[in-house]
């Protein structure tokens, strides 16, 4: 997030910050460039405000390839690779080329005093446009309908059931201890092979209370969650519903209480035997366990099998989609606001995204929310 950068104390900071960022893409290969706001941190700050919104109308100013999209249209443009002339007739970033004005729009919205299971005692207060929610909205209950995943898995003793002893293909049984130990907080994982493929979780250590919990993720219909690849698919294309965790690796003893090797030079495998750190990703595994080679990494992509607009190979991160040079990159913008639009933000929305500032295929500048 932009506003978390401590160095930035002035409008013109802000502004210097901008165009160094820029230029980092611009003047290379012309990754797209993200900008993440909270929406406050610039409604509070007018003097950010200002420098921002002058760097917009500088870049769309001296710049006749830059675009301002959404995330959506960054993923288009990199299934479907155009040059700078042909995606001025790009047809999905021609799609609503410029918005209408709405009927329906909320002038003022609804008040709904709120409780959560999360905050005991406290009632919190919610503004909407549609039907207040029975509760707060929170992790596991984005709809505020009081649904709980937690509780087959709240702190209680464990009890064996018989699944753990049929493949073991449920995890509900477990405290949020032994499901969360020694699990990366960015690993999902089912709780139970049971249902349609499409409800997972991980272990959440950032909670109010810093006690670990559990937040769930639900695929979109019709995709379920592959727990090798850690995304949602398409469910043809998914083969591991029948498993509730990708499988765990065997990893060098890279940190321990105590050294396990006598020679500071050396690092030791999975099993303790110690090696030269040279031999370390070197292609050829030294170790007996081999994890000296980074058990954990990627397998090699494949450019025969991954091909646009599925697939994209990239070794360093740094190639280009379709083989096209710098110059012929649209330079993309992606804005990316956090937090609800209200009554309190929207006139910041409505003068960054007024209608008057486009790109250069003739539709009006884009952001994400």
């Not at 690993?187 to 950032?206: M, N």
């Not at 000296?292 to 494949?302: E, M, V």
């Not at 040079?325 to 929305?349: C, H, K, R, Y």
Request: hydrophobic share 30%; with cysteine.
């Amino acid at each position: 997030m932009v506003d978390s950068c401590s160095n930035i104390l002035t409008g013109d900071q802000f502004y210097n910050f901008l165009n160094y960022n820029f230029d980092r893409h611009y003047l290379t290969n012309r990754a797209p460039f993200g900008l993440y706001f909270h929406s406050a941190w610039l409604k509070n700050n007018p003097e950010y405000f200002d420098a921002f919104l002058y760097w917009i109308d500088e870049v769309m100013s001296q710049h006749k390839d830059v675009y301002f999209v959404t995330m959506t249209q960054a993923i288009q443009w990199i299934q479907n690779p155009r040059t700078t002339d042909e995606v001025k007739s790009f047809e999905p970033w021609k799609e609503k080329c410029n918005a209408e004005p709405s009927e329906s729009v909320c002038g003022t919205p609804r008040a709904c005093p709120l409780t959560s299971k999360e905050i005991s005692g406290e009632t919190l207060r919610l503004h909407t446009c549609v039907k207040c929610p029975a509760n707060y909205p929170w992790l596991l209950d984005p709809l505020g309908e009081g649904r709980d995943m937690r509780s087959s898995v709240q702190e209680r003793p464990r009890r064996q059931t018989a699944a753990e002893g049929e493949g073991n293909n449920d995890l509900r049984s477990l405290t949020i201890e032994e499901l969360c130990k020694n699990r990366q907080p960015d690993e999902f994982f089912r709780l139970t092979t049971e249902g349609d493929c499409r409800d997972v979780v991980r272990c959440d250590r950032a909670g109010l209370t810093g006690k670990i919990r559990l937040a769930g993720v639900r695929c979109p219909n019709g995709l379920a969650f592959d727990v090798l690849r850690q995304t949602c698919d398409w469910k043809a294309k998914v083969s591991t519903c029948d498993q509730l965790e990708k499988p765990r690796k065997i990893m060098p003893l890279l940190s321990t209480t105590e050294p396990l090797c006598t020679s500071a030079t050396d690092l030791a495998c999975g099993n303790g035997e110690c090696i030269a750190k040279e031999l370390f990703c070197n292609g050829s595994p030294d170790c007996k366990d081999a994890v000296d080679q980074d058990p954990n990494a990627a397998p090699k992509c494949d450019t025969s099998q991954c091909i646009l607009p599925d697939c994209f190979c990239s070794a360093d991160g740094t190639q280009i989609p379709g083989g096209l040079e710098p110059s012929q990159v649209p330079q993309m913008v992606t804005i990316t606001f956090s937090g609800a639009i209200n009554v309190d933000n929207i006139d910041l929305f409505d003068e960054v995204f007024n209608g008057n500032r486009q790109n250069p295929n003739g539709c009006q500048i884009k952001g994400t929310f």
